[in-house]
């Protein structure tokens, strides 16, 4: 475990008769910052969070949080001894209790007095002060989010998990209650874990990404180091659209479809060569190739273009071409990025 990290999961694993739920998953988060875990339905994600909660056991490896080994295979520290605040998509808040009784459930070894205080101080510092004596069947989408998290920071705990916590939301009132939240949460230097399947979630709201598949921890590291140097075809399909095209390096200089790209550091042979929507240029220097359908996307087009049997699809800024029409597309060589083929 690294000198800064308060938690690390060394290849844990978790496997059912006849299916695979998580192996080998790696990572460590640092304290005071949002990490998401990103990944498809069905990889595995929720199932490591269960384990980091310990709600669910490990057959492999190791996971450690402040310095203290909570599972491994044969270990297993109960769920309220860990110091984690767990909060699920449903929120899960309960419904005989009005918001103060639901944030102060688990103080109840508290003495009186500062029980209230530290709820006061919760209901303030997550803005659900005036819904004090509400019920949660009263409560907004977002007003019971705020409530379930104040109810698992109360015991102030090193670590909080929030699994898929945007999901019920909508639109507009989701990017509004996710910033805010998430604005407080780092105002209180709380350490976050945070599961989605959402690719630009994950990236507007994580400080770190840890992307997984079927299982497995693909690669980890900032969002934008995710986006734009992914280390295989799969961590660059779970942050969204992106062409791979098949290239040949010699000497420095990979030749591609769509022209020749520097290739600095890499070997001679084949390549894969990932180039994200807004990295592909209508317009520049390169080969012709024709529009196949245009798509208003907001602040920019989606162009779809077919050179042979490549089927590539262009973010692009400005007015969009003609359907049907040719078209020069290049690459923007600051975008394209090379993996051993």
Request: glycine share 10%.
């Amino acid at each position: 475990m690294s000198a800064t990290a308060l938690m690390d999961v060394r290849d844990v694993a978790r496997r059912y008769p006849g299916r695979v739920a998580v192996e080998s998953a790696r990572f460590a988060l640092q304290p005071g910052r949002v990490a998401c875990l990103l990944g498809p339905s069905g990889c595995g994600k929720s199932t490591l969070l269960r384990m980091i909660a310990g709600l669910e056991p490990v057959d492999e490896g190791q996971i450690v949080i402040n310095g203290a080994l909570m599972s491994a295979p044969g270990t297993a520290v109960a769920p309220e001894q860990r110091g984690i605040g767990l909060v699920f998509q449903d929120n899960a808040l309960f419904p005989h209790l009005d918001v103060s009784a639901n944030i102060g459930f688990g103080l109840k070894g508290m003495k009186a007095a500062p029980r209230r205080e530290r709820v006061a101080a919760l209901l303030a510092r997550l803005h659900v002060a005036h819904l004090a004596d509400a019920w949660p069947h009263m409560l907004s989408g977002g007003e019971q989010q705020r409530v379930a998290i104040a109810r698992a920071m109360a015991r102030e705990p090193a670590l909080l998990l929030l699994d898929e916590p945007f999901s019920g939301l909508d639109g507009h009132l989701r990017a509004m209650v996710r910033q805010a939240l998430l604005a407080d949460l780092r105002a209180m230097g709380t350490t976050v874990l945070v599961v989605t399947h959402d690719p630009e979630e994950a990236m507007t709201i994580a400080d770190d990404l840890i992307l997984m598949a079927a299982g497995r921890v693909l690669q980890t590291g900032s969002p934008e180091q995710c986006y734009r140097r992914p280390v295989s075809e799969a961590a660059a399909r779970l942050l969204g659209d992106a062409t791979l095209l098949d290239g040949t390096v010699k000497d420095g200089r990979a030749t591609t479809a769509l022209g020749p790209l520097g290739a600095p550091g890499h070997a001679d042979g084949p390549v894969r060569v990932i180039v994200r929507p807004e990295g592909l240029l209508c317009g520049a220097d390169g080969p012709a190739a024709r529009v196949t359908a245009v798509r208003f996307a907001g602040s920019a087009y989606n162009v779809d273009l077919a050179i042979g049997d490549l089927a590539i699809t262009v973010r692009h800024p400005g007015p969009p071409p003609v359907p049907d029409s040719m078209v020069a597309l290049g690459v923007d060589p600051a975008a394209a990025h090379i993996l051993a083929g």
